[in-house]
């Protein structure tokens, strides 16, 4: 096994990234108050005083210095979907950029890494596969960004996704989705205590970016690697639901889809009554369920695992429709 100072690399790189992002968030801290990077609260927010923004930048540099321990592989496609999607994230924290032009710059990167990641794969690239791969790169990128909206949902959502990721390297002996998936994992931990509870920063886009493009990619490298569909997909599932299903109600009621809004799930179990703790434990531990049922998918019969893909559809179907079975329960308390 590759180790680096007899160190297993899948170790090393996860504590290298855990290290560095908790050293670095104070410096972050103070470069971001001299900034003025502030995100006021809006009709929009489900917050209610000024906090700085932008602490992605220390997750990030603690990402890709953990990444770049781990072996060839995912390697160089990860090391460039993190730098390149915080570097548009960044632009837009501290710039902003028109929709337009940030679905061009993130589909010219999606593209990019999606060249990268088959060329790990194989000589060959299909032009048809390099433009699947970077339509979902960009996809769940946007859709990590949207529901990065209350503390502690995106940091827990990284540590699920990343652990899920190292376990699947692990199950398939391949140390460079292992290395990866852990090092996500720990750029989440790391995140947590600034942002849990009661947040003294938020990622920013720089952040949601990079993150949301990491566990993108690997999950696509997982299915590459032969990983079942269910199993690789899992820990983006929740997302990937709330954020399709909210777009489709928004275009459906003829609202302009690209504007903030307040319509997310977890955006109204907030308006429900619901902590910031508590959506994001209650989502996070969606999270866990669905990655255990995609898990199914390595050692089961087809039976077993179809049956754990039902139940899947059936945690998701039951997460989009949580407010409006709530919604009478919370006025019927209001009303007593």
Request: hydrophobic share 55%; glycine share 12%.
């Amino acid at each position: 096994m590759n180790t680096v100072l007899g160190m297993d690399v899948a170790v090393l790189g996860p504590l290298l990234c855990l290290v560095s992002a908790t050293l670095a968030q104070p410096v972050v801290l103070r470069l971001l108050r001299r900034a003025g990077s502030v995100d006021v609260p809006g009709t929009r927010s489900s917050h209610h005083i000024p906090t700085l923004r932008g602490g992605g930048i220390a997750v990030v540099l603690g990402v890709l210095l953990g990444i770049s321990l781990i072996p060839h592989g995912i390697w160089l496609p990860l090391v460039f979907a993190v730098a390149s999607f915080s570097a548009i994230g960044l632009a837009e924290d501290l710039k902003g950029l028109s929709v337009r032009s940030r679905l061009l710059l993130q589909a010219l990167a999606a593209m990019g890494v999606a060249t990268l990641l088959l060329l790990a794969d194989t000589p060959a690239v299909a032009p048809a596969a390099v433009v699947l791969i970077a339509l979902w790169i960009t996809g769940y990128v946007n859709a990590f960004n949207f529901m990065d909206g209350i503390n502690g949902i995106s940091g827990a959502h990284a540590v699920v996704g990343g652990a899920t990721f190292a376990f699947l390297g692990f199950w398939y002996a391949d140390l460079s989705l292992q290395g990866a998936g852990a090092t996500l994992a720990a750029g989440g931990l790391a995140f947590l205590p600034w942002n849990a509870v009661r947040a003294k920063v938020f990622l920013g886009d720089v952040g949601s970016y990079a993150i949301g493009a990491g566990l993108a990619v690997s999950a696509a490298y997982a299915v590459l690697l032969g990983v079942p569909v269910e199993a690789s997909i899992a820990p983006l599932a929740l997302y990937l639901a709330d954020t399709t299903w909210t777009l489709q109600r928004r275009i459906r009621a003829g609202e302009e889809w690209t504007r903030p809004h307040r319509s997310h799930v977890y955006q109204r179990l907030g308006d429900l009554g619901w902590t910031h703790l508590q959506v994001t434990v209650f989502t996070a531990a969606l999270g866990v369920l669905l990655c255990l049922l995609g898990a199914i998918s390595l050692v089961a019969s087809w039976q077993l695992r179809l049956l754990a893909d039902v139940l899947a559809v059936g945690v998701v179907t039951g997460y989009l429709a949580s407010p409006r079975w709530l919604a009478p329960r919370r006025a019927t308390e209001g009303a007593t």
